[in-house]
């Protein structure tokens, strides 16, 4: 079989293309699909728990989705070698639930919120995890720059231009427990691999 079949390219890059369509049909959908997935506080409470997770993949508007789906791709040129699929799977998993997680634990005033940002920033994260576990210390750059990033955030607000890009109030809360979801994820996932080959 050949090393860059089609068969193949899909399955190296199965994560980005289903996180990809996944949003882009929601924000196909419109409204509708806003209304019944973004996270959403009260509905949340009232049971409706896949908001956790669901709000990660629908956004404001086209350019908020494009924004993201460029974060994406940034993400996976440079880390996509860090795990096995499933992994990534994993890591995609917890980091978006730990925004959700994150938001209704330690924002109640949180009434919605849409987008992949915070999931991103947990990708991110798990990358420069698996990098550092890796004796990569040239990602140590990569990794002041996210810690700089999530710091300005929490005291100075969101990074400039960002919300206009977005069209709308950009909720750096959501980047912090992404990238704390991500990141412990991702120690995880290296600590068991290592103890498999001792």
């Not at 009260?42 to 990660?56: D, K, V, Y």
């Not at 990033?149 to 890009?165: C, H, N, S, V, Y």
Request: hydrophobic share 60%; net charge positive.
């Amino acid at each position: 079989m050949p090393a860059h079949s089609p068969k193949d390219l899909l399955r190296l890059h199965a994560l980005p293309l289903v996180l990809a369509l996944l949003s882009t049909l929601c924000a196909l959908i419109g409204n509708p699909a806003t209304h019944w997935l973004r996270y959403e506080r009260t509905a949340i409470l009232g049971g409706q728990w896949w908001r956790l997770i669901s709000g990660n993949f629908v956004h404001l508007g086209w350019p908020h989705l494009v924004l993201n789906l460029a974060g994406l791709a940034l993400i996976w040129i440079l880390f996509r070698h860090a795990f096995s699929a499933r992994n990534w799977i994993i890591v995609t998993f917890i980091s978006s639930a730990a925004v959700g997680g994150g938001l209704l634990l330690f924002a109640p005033a949180l009434e919605w919120y849409v987008g992949l940002s915070g999931a991103l920033h947990g990708l991110f994260a798990a990358g420069l995890v698996a990098a550092l576990f890796a004796g990569n210390r040239a990602d140590w750059l990569l990794v002041i720059l996210l810690c700089a990033k999530l710091a300005w955030e929490q005291f100075a607000g969101t990074m400039p231009g960002t919300a206009e890009i977005a069209g709308g109030k950009v909720i750096v809360d959501a980047h912090l427990y992404g990238a704390i979801g991500g990141a412990v994820a991702a120690a995880l996932l290296m600590m068991v691999k290592r103890r498999r080959r001792t």
